[in-house]
């Protein structure tokens, strides 16, 4: 386990039990790309779920559609496609090649997302998050686990994500208990 995947446990109880990990050549595969070592550690440790009933945590390949990294990333590229047709693109979209991956959206709309760059290192992948709106976007150069834990104890405050997250006592609910 690494120090900050540590860390977030200290913060963010992970559920009991075994954890099934997703089957990540296939996952890479239909990504196109390497999953970051951190977001497999931190899937390894979780599995796909709720944060604070408001992130969701995406898993590849997960049951429930709802919390499957593959499918949403799939819609959130179809779907940013469209838009971008017509309006504006964040600034790091203007580069050819670039795209985004989807790890995590929220009850409200949100998209927090990899951004993928030919050629990167996909343990240093910055993160992006999206507003409901569309409009407003936000980078984090870190990775995934230091993200959430930072947002947990209050380190970061996103402008994008609902301001009564996190809340107070930390929760995270598997899939298999929803």
Not at 83 to 99: F, K, V
């Amino acid at each position: 386990m690494t120090p900050e995947l540590t860390r977030l446990t200290d913060v963010l109880t992970p559920p009991r039990g075994d954890i099934p990990a997703p089957d990540w050549t296939a996952a890479e595969t239909a990504l196109r790309t390497a999953v970051p070592a951190d977001f497999k550690a931190l899937i390894e440790t979780y599995g796909a779920g709720t944060v604070d009933n408001y992130l969701l945590l995406l898993e590849p390949g997960c049951p429930n559609d709802v919390y499957d990294l593959l499918k949403i990333s799939a819609e959130r590229e179809e779907a940013n496609d469209s838009l971008w047709e017509y309006g504006d693109r964040p600034e790091e979209m203007e580069t050819p090649g670039n795209r985004l991956i989807c790890w995590a959206t929220t009850d409200n709309g949100e998209y927090l997302y990899w951004l993928v760059r030919p050629g990167d290192d996909p343990d240093t992948r910055p993160i992006l998050i999206n507003s409901a709106s569309t409009e407003d976007w936000e980078r984090y150069d870190m990775t995934v686990t230091r993200f959430l834990t930072a947002v947990l104890t209050g380190e970061v405050r996103s402008e994008v994500l609902w301001d009564r997250f996190p809340l107070p006592e930390h929760e995270f609910r598997p899939t298999r208990n929803l």
